[in-house]
């Protein structure tokens, strides 16, 4: 899901906000962080810096349990306070909020359908939260490289370039995939 020559194309160009967005949402899509990881090690290779000072601010820690809320608030946060404190703090949140709903559908007995249909729904409702996030990317930064006022009326004056326009049609599909995988209204998303 990571897409490298996107991420590489914000390194050469140090977008910054794009890096710590792309680095976020990846910790909803890949809750093994390996994605993350692997986008830090880019990163350190392109010299770029992505941390923020963590002396500049007090990290609040709520304590268990934790609940989704949390999560958003936090995945909220992070793009402005980008430490590696609050990468960990982050990471242990979505291992608990996330996977301990996995964990505790393994000792129901009926575990391959109730386990297959909640790893779904939570898989279909990040790679939804990554896809939107990932398109609203492509159309801010097509905004912010052109100046192009996207006011009601305005829409009509975007000139997109080929890739970003299949992009966000790749991305448009694959939430309308993901919306009908939740509702259940595709023959193999009885969820």
Same mark, same amino acid.
């Given at each position: 899901?990571?897409?490298?020559?996107?991420?590489?194309?914000?390194?050469?160009? *140090?977008?910054?906000?794009?890096?710590?967005?792309?680095?976020?949402?990846?910790?909803?899509?890949?809750?093994?962080?390996?994605?993350?990881?692997?986008?830090?090690?880019?990163?350190?290779?392109?010299?770029?810096?992505? %941390?923020?000072?963590?002396?500049?601010?007090?990290?609040?820690?709520?304590?268990?349990? %934790?609940?989704?809320?949390?999560?958003?608030?936090?995945?909220?946060?992070?793009?402005?306070?980008?430490?590696?404190?609050?990468?960990?703090?982050?990471?242990?949140?979505?291992?608990?909020?996330?996977?301990?709903? !996995? *964990?505790?559908?393994?000792?129901?007995?009926?575990?391959?359908?109730?386990?297959?249909?909640?790893?779904?729904?939570? *898989?279909?409702?990040?790679? =939804?939260?990554?896809?939107?996030?990932?398109?609203?990317?492509? !159309?801010?930064?097509?905004?912010?490289?052109?100046?192009?006022?996207?006011?009601?009326?305005? %829409?009509? *004056?975007?000139?997109?370039?080929?890739?970003?326009?299949?992009?966000?049609?790749?991305?448009?599909?694959?939430?309308?995939?993901?919306?009908?995988? =939740?509702?259940?209204?595709?023959?193999?998303?009885?969820?």
């Amino acid at each position: 899901m990571l897409d490298i020559e996107l991420f590489e194309e914000a390194l050469r160009k *140090n977008n910054i906000i794009r890096i710590r967005l792309m680095m976020k949402n990846s910790l909803l899509y890949d809750p093994s962080f390996k994605s993350f990881d692997e986008m830090e090690k880019l990163a350190e290779e392109y010299k770029v810096n992505i %941390w923020q000072d963590s002396a500049a601010e007090v990290l609040i820690k709520r304590d268990k349990p %934790w609940t989704i809320d949390d999560v958003n608030y936090e995945l909220t946060a992070i793009v402005s306070h980008f430490t590696k404190e609050r990468i960990v703090y982050l990471k242990d949140l979505i291992t608990d909020v996330y996977c301990s709903d !996995i *964990n505790m559908n393994r000792n129901i007995s009926n575990y391959n359908k109730k386990y297959k249909n909640n790893r779904n729904k939570v *898989n279909y409702e990040s790679k =939804l939260i990554s896809n939107f996030l990932n398109m609203q990317i492509l !159309i801010n930064d097509a905004r912010r490289d052109k100046s192009i006022n996207l006011s009601a009326d305005a %829409w009509q *004056n975007i000139i997109l370039s080929k890739r970003v326009i299949n992009n966000v049609k790749k991305y448009a599909c694959e939430i309308i995939h993901y919306c009908d995988q =939740l509702s259940g209204s595709e023959e193999d998303g009885n969820i």
